[in-house]
């Protein structure tokens, strides 16, 4: 009972510290969403005029005024192919990054695909951004069921397309901003245990403050547990400060209310693991350098690995292999779904939660046991 | 009186160094004891091991009767720790320090809440309970930081350093309430480097270096071992220490010492008349002297004797420690 109440009073210190300190964290928390958000994706992600290569097999005027409605806007330039062997030799050359196949039954609803988009996974934040845009035009004159996208992949042996059929693209706003901004979800979290977590152990104890805990009756893994606990309340600031900047930025949340709940769940479950591995290695070095050079050679390569900024899918296959190692992996899975796609199906829920949590248990009773609380 | 604390044949090894070796001490309830010695002499290493914070390589350490190796869990709640490098959370207010502890302690809320009142009264903090700790003086912060570690009420108080840095002021401030809480019953140990500390506070002290004790009584046995009498101390010029020590020793029958560029002398009780002769012979013979003078033997004094070195210097080079030891009288 000793060990929950003496978890509590090391957490309530933590988190008077962190409140003395509010406008230090915020900013800390802030700078990171705003930079990368700014200049990795709101400078740098304006797309326009992107050259879409369109087989018009159907020709009626349904055909004609989906194509019409798709160069109204600056956003796409439509080049018309007679084939859609010609159209896919053009997205292999680059010379498009889009081929729009408008399939003969189109706009009539079946259960045959009526339009179906290839494109090439070269440059993720342009397929990002332009599939969405292609498909709200589509399902305007057609079932959205009955619109396909595909990645192209081109066989070098035969020459001969064999597309590779994935999920329908849903959600609201699927672009390269979303998908950011839900990965900088993950990197907060993750560098704000590691760096705000792990150094604080160190100071406190250079500074004498982990000697002063020790001659108190305390259990010593109060002095781990209950930073662990304040590390996990302190990611539901670091999630509600990235979230509001990235809506202020002009992302959305799919899901919504709804979604920011699960962004919070799974966000105290990354934030417990990390703090948990911060605590490990930082009571066990004295000097504040070499554990900052620590916090960045292990945040950002799990930042990498667990698709922060390129998907997971578009990685060569011992990258894919590592990610499943990575907690970050399961926490950013779920924001993705939750940010770009506005459903969380319960499979995903179970795996990541699931998942997160053994990370979770595993971490912290590692920690538990390495934890090193002695001051020499 | 009975031992409150016994420690016998202490050592701590730090791989190679040994930090501590082989100290035996007791402490006496309801006494004021010091530990004296310059940095690194292993004063702190001993506390640590008192207070369990470290384990001792060899030796024995046993509080109110309790062996620290079997009962450290129940011994630790009767000893109360006051360090040099935190007084206080800087990022708390002065309220806040005191019930994070009171919470470590296990105090009954309701019985921790006045304490904390009480505590605060004590410390003269009242109107800067809610102040963030940090930007209080000095002197506050170690006036909070002897209360919280009394805040339990422990039969042992441990002050690490408690006043260096401190300005004189709040020196004899904090030695008033040292003073204070020792004359309610409370046992007190305490490191310190300044000698003049450890002789207005100390019942008994122990001079430590290089992890030894090398003395070992009450500020007035432990000044005896310089000698009866008054110390006279000249402080030379240009290499001159041996001509000066000459001039004692053939003129005067004195046996003086030389440590750097100073030469000290015992003169033994009634032979003060000295002083006046010596200073006109040193100017006959034309040498050059910086200062001369006559005290009563002081710690300090003690020290140089025992260790052939200032306090503070004494790990170091053995010049220039003279200025910064602030004893001389």
Redesign the interface.
Known sequence: MSLIEDSLTICMREILIFKANLRTNFLRTAIFPLVILIFFSFLGASINNIPVAVVNYANNQQAQEFIASLSSQNIINAYTYSSQAQALSALSAGHVNFVLVIMPNFPNSGTSPTVQVYYDNVQYSVTASILPVIQQDAIRFTNPGNFQAQEYLPSSASGAATPYVSTPVTGANGNYEDFLFSGVIGMIIVFGAIFSGGIAIITDRLGGNIKSFLITPINKSAILLGRVISGAIQSVFSVIVVVIIGLILGSTIAMGLIGIFWIVILGMLLAICMTSIAAIVASRMKNLQAYTIFGQAIGLPLWFISGGIFPITSFPPILQAISVFDPMTYALNGFRYVVLQGIYPAASIITDVSVLGIFCIVTTLISILLFKSTID | MADVIRVENLVKR?GDFTAVNGINISVKEGEIFGLLGPNGAGKTTTI?ML????TPTSGKIIVAGMDLAKEH?KA??L???M?Q??VV?A??TAR?NLD??A????IPPAKAKKKIEEALEEADLVKFADA?SGTLSGGMQRRLGLVKAMLQEPKILVLDEPTTGLDVQNRSSMWARIKQLNSNGTTIILTTQYLEEADQLCDRLAIIDHGKVIALGTPSEIKRIVGKGRILEIITGQNETQKVAMLLKSKFGLAPEIKGDRVTAVLENGKEADFTKISANIDKEKLTVISIGMHLPTLDDVFIKLTGAGLRDSSGDMKGGRGSLGVHR
Not at chain 2, 51 to 54: A, E, G, R
């Open positions: 730090f640590n207070l369990t914070l470290l869990a630790k709640r000893m109360g720790l360090t490098e935190t959370e990022d708390l806040e994070i502890f919470r470590l302690y296990h963030k």
